[in-house]
Nanobody
């Protein structure tokens, strides 16, 4: 099993910044990617950003140029630096770990609220 523990959510003003962290523990092997998804009220969960074991990154169009995903392999931790935040970034952010067999693991979620 894999445990994902998120931290760093909270309240920010429009134009501000927040940094999310997700630490993975447990059966850490055969990891294809780690990333972040978000879900706003009444909307489907969507990919925000992901980074593969080969350090390839993928971003949602809505966050390109504002968010940066990175990882510390030694600490099994993935980060999401969120800059120039907008009210529409308000959502619960979920950490995701995906194995090469595509099996996903999810964190418990952390709330990000951006005020205008």
């Amino acid at each position: 099993q894999v445990q994902l523990v998120e931290s760093g959510g909270g309240l920010a003003q429009s134009g501000g910044s927040l940094r999310l962290s997700c630490a993975a523990s447990g059966s850490i092997y055969s990891i294809y990617s780690m990333g972040w998804y978000r879900q706003a009220p009444g909307k489907q969960r969507e990919l925000v950003a992901a980074i593969t074991s080969g350090d390839n990154t993928n971003y949602a169009d809505s966050v390109k140029g504002r968010f940066i995903i990175s990882r510390d392999n030694a600490q099994n931790t993935v980060y999401l630096q969120m800059n120039s935040l907008k009210p529409e970034d308000t959502a619960v952010y979920y950490c995701n770990l995906r194995r090469y067999n595509n099996y996903p693991y999810w964190g418990q979620g952390t709330q990000v609220t951006v005020s205008s």
